[in-house]
């Protein structure tokens, strides 16, 4: 069965700093792997999603994701942190080509300090 | 294109009262679902719609009803709420399987 772990509830970095927010995934079959931003009060918008293509996959606002099928990762980065990109951030996988199979992580919430 | 728009913006319930919340998108979507979202549990999807007359159970589906009227909307009914019903709901929308999804507001449901 699929899921979806995001190691670490909150991280906090530094305005300038890079942002690295974790998310393995276990699936029996190659997954379709998403990562989604919730800003305050607001539905979730996409910022990436990985569908077997390239394995670096490049995303709004600065940020990227890395597909290691060796890691079963999909680890979020981004080289420089802006105030604005305080959100909460969610990682999800569809196995097996199914939206009905969908599962999000349990979400990392991202704090900026000036 | 106003999106994916969700009615109620907040509901406030007693323990036993039904009650539906409204989804509806306008993008011409195929694929539609309803999610809830607890603090620390992410995302779980209740229900999914494929298409128009087709709908799909999905994690935790329990205690809910839904009706994808036509390709636009796509309702979540609460027959008999319960406290543990409390929570955020989403409403969501895809033109494909595993497409994209855009999500509406969400809808703040306290139920006592």
């Known amino acids: 069965a699929q899921s979806v772990t995001q190691l670490g509830s909150h991280v906090s970095v530094s305005e300038g700093a890079l942002v690295l927010l974790r998310c393995n995934y276990s699936s029996s079959v190659p997954p379709y792997l998403f990562w989604y931003v919730q800003y305050p009060n607001q539905g979730l918008q996409l910022l990436l999603k990985?569908?077997?293509?390239?394995?670096l996959v490049k995303g709004i606002n600065g940020f990227e994701a890395e597909f290691k099928k060796s890691e079963t990762s999909f680890h979020l980065t981004k080289p420089s942190a802006h105030m604005s990109d305080a959100a909460e951030y969610f990682c999800a996988v569809i196995e097996g080509g199914s939206a009905s199979k969908i599962i999000f992580g349990s979400g990392t919430r991202l704090s900026i300090r000036p | 294109n106003a999106g994916v728009t969700q009615t109620p913006k907040f509901q406030v319930l007693k323990t036993g009262q039904s009650m539906t919340l409204q989804c509806a998108q306008d993008?011409?979507?195929?694929?539609m679902y309803w999610y809830r979202q607890d603090p620390g549990m992410g995302l779980r999807l209740i229900y999914y719609s494929a298409s128009e007359g087709t709908t799909d159970k999905g994690e935790v589906p329990n205690g809910y009803n839904v009706s994808r009227l036509n390709k636009r909307e796509f309702s979540l009914r609460l027959e008999s709420a319960a406290p543990s019903q409390t929570s955020v709901y989403f409403c969501?929308?895809?033109?494909?399987?595993?497409?994209?999804?855009?999500f509406g507001p969400g809808t703040r449901l306290t139920v006592l």
């Open positions: 990985y569908t077997s293509a390239a394995t």
């Open positions: 993008m011409n979507h195929n694929s």
């Open positions: 969501a929308s895809s033109g494909q399987n595993t497409d994209t999804q855009y």
